[in-house]
């Protein structure tokens, strides 16, 4: 390779931000972040990464790969990056990804181009590297572009894990409530909660799975059900024991991404 630099990333504030020109030709960049904290990894996925050019450079070819503790090593495409300044963004492989714990690598197959880079603010451990020099205190404009992935499948649940799922609800015998989701999206639901509002839920048919994390805001509470995973198609029928026969039921279910059609999600049974 024609050059190596190894750097440190940290949150810190931007202040002047130099330029670093890369050799011409093939030349590799080693971005290591910070170690593991107490708080532990973030369910996050990895989904796109950014770079900051600035003038004086030449176009060329360049690819991320990135690492981290909680997935395998896994690389982007090669992309052509312009030599005009900006800031450009790539798709990335979909990876779990912490932030605190991985490392990127940019391999340049060919150009030089002019990365910017950024004051961290802290003298630790953001260390830009050229040669066998240190300069502390700074870091390369790279950054990565996440989201929270609760269920693990590589999708990112604000923009990605789209589901479409529908609830019907009616009286059965007594104070039972009969509630029957569908999934009727292109993929799987891997978090449905359930909810009913109205009477207290004295009990559940089949029994409810243990609660699990859903997300800020999305703590299950008292009327709450966690229904197993539903798969393109699939139906799942609960059985919602009510305290209460006089007041009407509405039963409403959530999954861990935003709904495609959310008109259907709730549906109410007037009082038996």
Known sequence: MGLVAALAVADGAVGAEPLTTTTRGPATYVQVNGDATAEGPHQEVLLRWRVRVGAGGRAGMVRARFSSPLDRPAAGPWVRLPAQPGTYEYAAPHVHWDARMGTIRLDQRVGGHAILERLSGRRAPDVLRRGAVPVH?????????????????????????????????????????????????????????????????????????????????????????????LSRGATFTVHAQLGEGDLAATATVVAEGPELAPADNSATSPPS
């Open 137 to 229: 205190g700074r870091r390369m404009a790279i950054s990565t572009v996440v989201e929270l992935d609760l269920d693990h499948d590589r999708a990112g649940d604000r923009t990605e894990d789209r589901t479409d799922l529908s609830v019907a609800a009616t009286r059965g015998t007594g104070t039972t409530l009969d509630i029957t989701i569908t999934n009727k999206g292109r993929r799987s639901a891997d978090l449905p909660l359930l909810h009913v509002d109205g009477p207290a839920v004295t009990g559940w048919a089949p029994a409810c799975l243990p609660p699990r994390d859903y997300g800020p805001g999305r703590i299950p509470a008292p009327g709450d059900c966690v229904l197993p995973a």
